[in-house]
């Protein structure tokens, strides 16, 4: 049982490249969240999907969209890289409807020169 | 704007120790108060939750003290072993979004 699994692990990109971050989880949660994690800030939500199909912004969403592609995936995409976006970026889901994270992938950690 | 304030930084303790760290928000529709545990390299693992009604929940030695009024939550680690140093991070959730502290470092001397 995988749990949340996100691909890439790492990655690093030129500024004005873009990339999509993949999120998968085999649990049939209803939502998905997508964070970010800077040293000192905590995490911040970046989107979230209630359910599939309807996504929302979260605390940092400029600069990033999302695709809901099934109740099994959900993508963050950045269409032009930023340096301010280097941080490890965390995909997450739960079985409740409330909007607290139960389940954690491991991380994306994206680097922007 | 820090919604969720966390102290400390950083904690050491020794083993058997107890381990105390604190948590204070300011928003009152949050409604939902969950703790989270990360080891380096991995994704928070939810550690454990309470609800404003309740002022404290247990799980084995993990304890939350809820204070409503003063709008502050805690979690302490009983018996602290070296296998808990990690990074605990405090959250508040409402309106179906979680906002999380800046975490607190654990480090539990053998």
């Known amino acids: 049982n995988a749990g949340v699994t996100q691909t890439p692990k790492f990655q690093v990109l030129k500024t004005g490249q873009s990339m999509t971050l993949q999120c998968a989880q085999d649990m049939n949660h209803n939502s998905m969240y997508w964070y970010r994690q800077d040293p000192g800030m905590g995490l911040r939500l970046i989107y979230y999907?209630?359910?599939?199909?309807?996504?929302d912004k979260g605390e940092v969403p400029n600069g990033y969209n999302v695709s809901r592609l099934n109740k099994r995936e959900f993508s963050l995409r950045l269409e032009s890289a930023a340096p301010s976006q280097t941080s490890v970026y965390f995909c997450?889901?739960?079985?409740?409807?409330?909007?607290?994270?139960?389940?954690f992938g491991d991380g994306t950690r994206l680097s922007i020169l | 704007q820090q919604q969720v304030k966390q102290s400390p930084q950083s904690l050491i303790v020794q083993k058997g120790g107890i381990s105390i760290i604190n948590c204070a928000y300011e928003n009152t529709a949050f409604d939902y108060f969950p703790w989270y545990q990360q080891f380096p390299g991995k994704g928070p693992a939810l550690l454990i939750a309470?609800?404003?009604?309740?002022s404290e929940k247990k799980e084995g030695r993990f304890t939350i003290s809820f204070n409503k009024s003063a709008k502050q939550f805690s979690l302490h680690i009983m018996d602290s072993q070296p296998g808990d140093s990690a990074t605990y991070f405090c959250a508040a959730t409402g309106g179906f979004k979680t906002i999380f502290g800046a975490g607190t470092r654990l480090f539990v001397k053998a």
């Open positions: 997450a889901s739960s079985e409740t409807g409330g909007g607290q994270p139960q389940h």
């Open positions: 309470i609800r404003p009604d309740v």
């Open positions: 999907s209630a359910s599939e199909g309807t996504t």
